[in-house]
C-alpha cells in the first residue's frame, strides 16, 4: 500500500460525506480553460451557450432590426413578408447538410469544429458584403446575400447539434437544451433590440459591423480553442467520397419515411408540422410593419422586442413546467388556442378605428394612429409572445413523443425543418393578404388558421414508453428550433 497521510474521518468513521462530495466533484467539474470547455459540464454549457447566441443574432438583426428599416424606407407588406420567408427557407432545408456535415471534415480543424468554424467566417463574411447593398433600392440582391447567410448558419446549427450529441452525457441534454434556448433568445434580443438601440447614434451601416464582430468573437474565444477528440475514419476523396455523402441523404429519405409511416401518430406529425404552429402574424413582418406605421421610433421598437424576447424566455421554462404537471397535449392545446385571442383582438380594435390598409409613413394626409390602438398594439403583442412563450417548447416535445427510437434523430430532424417551412410560407402569404385585404382580414385569418392544427392531437399520443427515446439538442423554430 502507497504511504500517504490518513483520510480524515467523519463521525462514523468514514471519509465525510462533504469531502466525498467536493472530491467527485472536483473530478467531475475541473478548472474551466478555454482549451479545455468540452471536458467539464460548466464548459459545456457555457460553450453551447455561445454557439446558440450567434444563431440568435443575426436572426434578429435581419427580422426585426432590417425588416423595421425595410418599411421606414418605403417597402410594402409584400416585399417584407417574402423577405422574411425566405430568412427561413435554409432552416427548412438543413437535413439535406447532414451528410456532408458527417462524411467531410478536416483532422486537423476537428469534425465538427472544422464546420462551425467555416461557417461563422462565412456568416460574418456575407454580413460585410451585405454593407453596401441599398435594401430598398436593391431589395433582390440584398434577399440573395442574407438567404446565402442563412445557409451557412443552418448549416452551422447541424454542426453545432451533432457537436452537442458527440459531447454532452444524456444526463446534462435537457440543462443543455434550455442554455441553448437561453443563448438564442438572448442572440435575438441583441440582434433586434440592440441593433435598434445603436442605429440612432452610429447608423445602419456600422450596425453591420457591430453584429459581424459579435459573431466574430465567439469564433475567436469560443470556437478557435475547443478540442473535439479524433473522429471515426474518413472516406478518401474522389468516388468514395461522393458515394458516401449520398448513401446518407438516401438512408435519411428512407429513414424518414419508414419513420412518417410507422405508426398513426408519426404521420399526423407530418401534418401537424405543416401547419402553423398557432397564431404567427404578431411575430413576423406583420409586427415589424405594424410598429412603424403607428408611430413608433426604433427605440421603442428595440424596447418590444427585448420585451418580448424576455417573456418568451421566461416563459417557455414555466410552459415546460405546466406540461409536465397537467399533460402535454391539453396544455399545447389551451397555450396555442390562446395565442390566437391576442391576434384576433388586435384585428377587431383595427377595423373599429378603420386602420385597414397599410399607409406610408410619408403618405401625403396621413392620419395620426389613436393612442389606443397603439396602447393596443403594445399589449396584443407582449401578450401573444407571452403564450407562445408557453407552447413553443411544448410542441418540440410532442415532436419527440412520437418520434420512434428506430430512427430518433432522421425524424425529429424531419418535424423541425417541416416547421420552418411553415414559418416561412406564413410569413409569406400574410404580405400578400395585407396588401390586398388589410390588416383586420389578415390577423383574422391568422388566428383562425392557428387552432387548425389542434386537430391534430388527437391524434398523436405518445407511443409506449419503450419505443421513445430522448433526441439530441433540440433547435427553436427560425433559428436558431
Known amino acids: 500500500m502507497a504511504l500517504g497521510r490518513a483520510p480524515r474521518k467523519g463521525a462514523s468513521g468514514d471519509l465525510g460525506r ?5 472530491a467527485r466533484d472536483r473530478r467531475a ?15 459545456r454549457m457555457a460553450a ?3 454557439l446558440y447566441l450567434t444563431e440568435g443574432i443575426p436572426q434578429g438583426f435581419t ?7 425595410m418599411r421606414r424606407g418605403g417597402l410594402g407588406p409584400v416585399e417584407i413578408g417574402a423577405f422574411v420567408g425566405s430568412l427561413y427557407l435554409p432552416w427548412a432545408f438543413k437535413w439535406a447538410a447532414g451528410p456532408f456535415v458527417d462524411v467531410l471534415w478536416s483532422d486537423r480543424l476537428g469534425r465538427r469544429r472544422g464546420w462551425i468554424l467555416g461557417t461563422q467566417l462565412a456568416m460574418v463574411a456575407t454580413l460585410l458584403l451585405a454593407i453596401p447593398i441599398d435594401f430598398v433600392s436593391q431589395l433582390s440582391l440584398f434577399t440573395a446575400i442574407i438567404f446565402v447567410h442563412n445557409l451557412f448558419a443552418a448549416t452551422q446549427d447541424v454542426a453545432i447539434d451533432a457537436l452537442a450529441v458527440d459531447v454532452l452525457p444524456e444526463h446534462e441534454r435537457g440543462m443543455a437544451n ?8 438572448l442572440g435575438m434580443a441583441l440582434g433586434g433590440s440592440g441593433v435598434l438601440f445603436l442605429v440612432p447614434w452610429i447608423g445602419m451601416a456600422p450596425a453591420y459591423v457591430v453584429v459581424a464582430g459579435a459573431i466574430l468573437s465567439v469564433t475567436v474565444f469560443i470556437v478557435l480553442p475547443l478540442q473535439e477528440a479524433k473522429g471515426p475514419p474518413r472516406a478518401s476523396m474522389g468516388g468514395q467520397l461522393i458515394r458516401a455523402v449520398t448513401m446518407e441523404l438516401g438512408a435519411f429519405a428512407k429513414g424518414a419515411v419508414r419513420a412518417f409511416v410507422g405508426s398513426r401518430a408519426a404521420l399526423v406529425g407530418v401534418v401537424f408540422a405543416l401547419l402553423p404552429a398557432g397564431a404567427m402574424a404578431l411575430g413576423l413582418a406583420l409586427q415589424s410593419n405594424l410598429a412603424v406605421e403607428l408611430g413608433l421610433d426604433d427605440q421603442q421598437v428595440g424596447w418590444l422586442a427585448l420585451w418580448s424576447s424576455l417573456i418568451a424566455g421566461v416563459c417557455c421554462v414555466a410552459g415546460g413546467w405546466l406540461s409536465d404537471r397537467f399533460g402535454r ?12 385571442l391576442p391576434t384576433a383582438a388586435l384585428g377587431y380594435l383595427m377595423w373599429t378605428h378603420q386602420w385597414i390598409t397599410p399607409v406610408a409613413v410619408d403618405a401625403p394626409g396621413r392620419s395620426v394612429p389613436p393612442a389606443a390602438l397603439v396602447s393596443a398594439y403594445w399589449v396584443a403583442v407582449l401578450t401573444y409572445n407571452m403564450f407562445q ?6 410542441r418540440s416535445a410532442i415532436f419527440m413523443d412520437v418520434t420512434s427510437r428506430r430512427a430518433a434523430a432522421t425524424q425529429f430532424t424531419a418535424y423541425m425543418a417541416l416547421g420552418n417551412l411553415a414559418v416561412s410560407y406564413s410569413a409569406t402569404w400574410q404580405g400578400f393578404t395585407i396588401e390586398r385585404w388589410g390588416y383586420p382580414v389578415t390577423l383574422g385569418l391568422d388566428a383562425v388558421l392557428g387552432v387548425v392544427c389542434l386537430a391534430c392531437l388527437p391524434f398523436m399520443a ?16 427560425g433559428l436558431p428550433p
Do not use: K, N
Open 178 to 185: 434550455g442554455f441553448m434556448f437561453g443563448g438564442a433568445y
Open 389 to 394: 412563450g408557453l407552447f413553443y417548447g411544448i
Open 48 to 50: 453551447f451557450f455561445c
Open 29 to 43: 467539474s475541473p478548472p474551466v480553460h478555454l482549451r479545455s470547455l468540452l471536458t467539464s459540464r460548466t464548459g
Open 329 to 340: 397535449r391539453l396544455t399545447l392545446a389551451w397555450t396555442l388556442a390562446a395565442a390566437s
Open 462 to 477: 405518445a407511443p409506449r414508453a419503450q419505443e421513445r427515446a430522448p433526441v439530441g439538442a433540440a433547435v427553436p423554430e
Open 18 to 22: 462533504a469531502d466525498c462530495r467536493r
Open 63 to 69: 427580422a426585426t432590426a432590417i425588416a423595421t428599416q
